[in-house]
């Protein structure tokens, strides 16, 4: 699969001002202060309970200027609690979607010139990219450019950048799930979503809980569905017909046939045994990448 497909299901919040760096880093899960204008990052923004709210791809168009990608259904109640906390912080927080143009960068249409590395952020002119984890072995990145701009290159099939969006096995949070799962439960410490070395954030004491005390016992996987599944869709597995073990994250067709999906669930459920999601038929995955090696 190859080429440059528009995800008008994403918006943009700016966080833009001296202290936006300072703000973020005392309300998302990742460690801002470290972060460089060549570098992008996962993070999470939770309840005090550590439940996620939104998720974003991170990444500074200047030091004092903070571009976070999210699900456009989460995007108005996200900027509303985030305002909440700003006070007298001085930094603003907008919603800047209709000022830009997100796309989904596949195969040769990724530019050789951005670093491989998953979360490397290169700025080409007035767009920016990051690399993001490939999907069956497709490169792929996120294009953020003005409104009304566009990458190079031929256009890609939006349902095909979704079904690559679930085969990477990295989760983006929508309204069905919201506060369904603490960050572990979508993988995210062993994405960078995580950092546990920086100061307080909502939620931080649960999630930090989970990581070190071993009481975590979901995980995401990346599965196969012999049928449609959707988002917020309950998982069972054989041994208990009546309590689910896990939730659909995110799903696409699959172009060679059925779903490709992200689920997360109880990590005892991934015995090989057939789980099932309404009339589907769910087969785990390989993950398609490594889980961090302290969990």
């Known amino acids: 699969m190859h080429g440059a497909a528009a995800l008008p299901s994403l918006g943009v919040i700016a966080a833009e001002g001296e202290e936006a760096t300072r703000f973020l880093q005392g309300q998302l899960t990742q460690d801002f202060a470290l972060l460089g204008l060549s570098e992008a990052r996962l993070a999470a923004f939770c309840t005090a309970k550590g439940r996620m ?44 979607s209709e000022a830009h143009a ?81 960050p572990q439960m979508l993988n995210y410490e062993s994405l960078g979503g995580v950092n546990f070395k920086k100061g307080c954030y909502p939620g931080q004491e649960v999630v930090a809980r989970s990581q070190f005390r071993g009481t975590l016992k979901r995980r995401a996987y990346v599965v196969q569905a012999s049928a449609a599944v959707q988002a917020g869709q309950e998982v069972f597995h054989p041994s208990d017909a009546d309590q689910p073990t896990g939730t659909v994250v995110q799903a696409a067709p699959d172009p060679a046939g059925g779903w490709r999906a992200i689920v997360s669930m109880q990590t005892s459920s991934a015995d090989g045994q057939p789980l099932r999601a309404g009339e589907a038929r769910l087969t785990v995955l390989p993950l398609p990448y490594p889980l961090a090696d302290d969990i």
Do not use: I
């Open 102 to 182: 997100v796309y989904g960068l596949a195969g040769d249409a990724v530019p050789a010139a951005l670093p491989a590395s998953p979360w490397s952020q290169w700025a080409n002119g007035e767009a920016n990219l990051v690399r993001l984890y490939p999907a069956d072995g497709t490169p792929r990145a996120l294009w953020v450019g003005p409104a009304g701009s566009a990458p190079a290159g031929q256009a890609l099939d939006p349902a095909r950048w979704a079904y690559l969006d679930a085969a990477s096995g990295v989760a983006t949070l929508t309204q069905p799930v919201v506060e369904a799962f603490v």
């Open 53 to 96: 709210l939104a998720s974003f791809v991170a990444f500074k168009r200047a030091h004092d200027r903070v571009l976070l990608v999210c699900s456009r259904d989460l995007l108005a109640a996200t900027l509303k609690r985030l305002q909440m906390f700003v006070l007298r912080a001085k930094v603003k927080l907008s919603d800047a």
